[in-house]
């Protein structure tokens, strides 16, 4: 079973007539049957120039350990952020172990990194694990070499700072897809994680510091292939997000909530795990049985991306984000944002006022007046061909098509967060007064 259910009540046409309702917590994301996650140690300059275009390619993101004293490229990595991926530490120095470096290593990659998510897993120099009480002062998960392991169960490994990863490239059998490929299948096979460890490549761009056991990227953009054909099964995703997802699945619970009218349920998905390292806020899937055909989903008050398929209602919700409404669309009014006040000064500046259509040459907030300071907000697409929004808590979001129509309008609910999906072709995506350009 790869899902977490719990079955609940909801009130529906009066007190007379009682009807229940299902509600299940996907055990990865979208439903799938296991999740993977691709880190690369080292900083290296082809992380920027190959990596990450590699990944992006197919909507996916990976994680990105870096040494602070080995002069990243920060502004480089930091686009790398803005994009969905995740950029985590390797220590200060790359000693061989970096016990009195947890915390500033962090602090220092902080100083040039904003994230939605923060700093928050850590990979060890030498996969030699350092103080174990400051690992969990500053992080949610640490990454180690391999331990015969490395394929884990739905519940992740048995000690959250020693989590497994194969070594890919010249010292060992992974250094071509197939070898990649066995692994994620196997994965699947158990309804499990994987992990890979890669430092730079043997035939791409420029290795800096990251020379130990080159990898064949070709080799990971097989792989990559073989997973975008079959993402309905396997999640591609960061060691971060992987990590907070197991651990907010497993400890939360969503509820039915008293009041709900005869076309709508509602309910509060919630866990008391957030701590001062993470709020564990990432997005979790949720399928709701329904007879509706026509379904809009709301989480405090904020429009999700929704799809009904087989009786089931499917989206992506917050923990302790607030109430999730799930309405029959088909008997209210046909508006899909009738719960969302449209911002006004969040949306506007003195440059922008005025601006509807961000294809308008007058419009200083269009595409070519994008500000580039956009920290700690993340715009891109997803595997599944999603836009993704992260990190725009509050702020209205509107998405327009190539023609400047607006086609969907809702709030940030400041996690990751599904806002649209469409026809292939160029979108501009609007979070407050900025603007980003998607293709799908």
Known sequence: MDYKKLTVAAALMGASMIYAQDAEIATWAGFRKAATSFTFDDNAPNHVTHAAPAFDEYGYKATFNLVVNWNPDWSGFQKMADNGHEIASHSNTHGQNMSGEEASSKKSIENHITQKYGIVTVAYPNCN?????????????????GNGQEVMGKDGPSDWFRVPAHMTGSTGSFNNTNAFTGAMQQAIQKGGWVMFLTHGFSNAGNNGNANYSPTDLNAIKGALKWANQ???????APMGFVAMYIKERKASKIEPQDGGAANTMTFELKHNIADNVS????????????????????????????KVDGGYVYFDAVPNAGKIVVKNAAAAPESSSSSEPESSSSETSSSSAGCVNPFDPGCQT??????PNNFLISVYRSSDNYIVVGGAQGQSITVFNSLGHKLRSTRGLGAEQKVYTGAKGMYIVKVGGRTWKVKL
């Open 366 to 371: 269009g595409v070519a007046a994008a500000i």
């Open 230 to 236: 079959n993402d309905k099964d396997i999640w591609v």
């Open 129 to 145: 694990v350092p103080n174990v009480s400051a690992l969990q002062q500053n992080y949610i998960a640490g990454r180690i070499c």
């Open 279 to 306: 709020k564990y806020d990432y997005p979790l899937s949720i399928k709701v049985k329904t007879d509706w055909s026509n379904v809009e989903v709301t989480q405090d008050g904020a429009a999700l991306e929704s």
